[in-house]
């Protein structure tokens, strides 16, 4: 039975990653995903789609002696180690209170309530700490550390005890492996963001790929000039050399940036 549970579970976690996938892909969220940073604006929508998540998830969850196994702390944690404690903390409350009053007399409620609130302070924490490259592990091993505090927290508020015992036995496996679900939500928007860059770097390449070949033919065509001035307009060839000679110190200066020609 509860090789079933860990089964029917991880079908509900794919289901809430692919319900990311698709949202993630919509015009509207995919240009905040692709910010580097995020307005308030930004966090508020952001909050607003993880809160959703994460209810679905209690609603789709599985009943078991007064529990529910569910995907609630999944959601709660990507948004955190994604986007920080202004989308994690809302998430984690709001779906907290949500899994409160959903199943006021469940023996599990307080527990979940409380863990939900701490996957949501806990998460963002880790929100500007980790680097990019870890925050798949990072995002998993925050997960499995707050369903183990729900754990705890049955074992601790939950009688009686055998009652409690019987559902840690039962739902604790499944809790832990979902919480792989992370690693998927965190690498979607992981994706997102790197094609971003890559569509950066190839423009960028580009623009220097042209750049290199009308540099030559724009200086040429400014000697040709500044030469023709030098007959009748001394003076005027002698400022057209200057705004030249400024002109190649920026480029020299920044590279391959664009330089507005009439800068001096």
């Not at 307009?233 to 190649?248: E, F, G, N, V």
Request: proline residues 3%.
């Amino acid at each position: 039975m509860r090789q079933n549970y860990l089964l029917i579970l991880l079908e509900k976690t794919s289901f809430i990653v692919v319900l990311f996938l698709l949202i993630s892909k919509l015009k509207i969220f995919k240009n905040i995903f692709e910010k580097d940073k995020y307005t308030q604006k930004d966090l508020f929508v952001i909050s607003i789609i993880f809160t959703v998540l994460s209810i679905m998830g209690t609603y789709n969850g599985i009943v078991y002696k007064g529990s529910i196994l569910n995907t609630r702390i999944i959601t709660i944690v990507s948004g955190g180690i994604l986007f920080g404690p202004f989308v994690s903390i809302p998430t984690g409350i709001i779906s907290g209170v949500h899994r409160l009053l959903m199943y006021p007399g469940s023996m599990t409620s307080i527990p979940c309530f409380i863990s939900s609130i701490f996957a949501g302070i806990f998460s963002g924490l880790f929100y500007k700490k980790i680097r990019p490259n870890y925050k798949v592990f990072y995002g998993i091993l925050v997960g499995i550390i707050s369903e183990n505090i729900t754990i705890i927290l049955i074992y601790l508020l939950c009688t009686p005890k055998e009652l409690a015992l019987d559902i840690i036995h039962t739902i604790y496996l499944p809790l832990v492996v979902g919480q792989f679900g992370i690693g998927f939500m965190v690498s979607i928007v992981n994706t997102i963001e790197k094609d971003k860059k890559d569509i950066e770097a190839r423009k960028k390449a580009e623009m220097s790929a042209l750049q290199r070949q009308i540099n030559p033919h724009f200086i040429f065509n400014a000697l040709n000039t500044i030469a023709s001035f030098i007959r009748f307009d001394p003076k005027k060839a002698r400022d057209l050399i200057i705004s030249l000679s400024t002109y190649l110190r920026h480029n020299l200066e920044l590279n391959d940036n664009l330089i507005n020609i009439k800068k001096k």
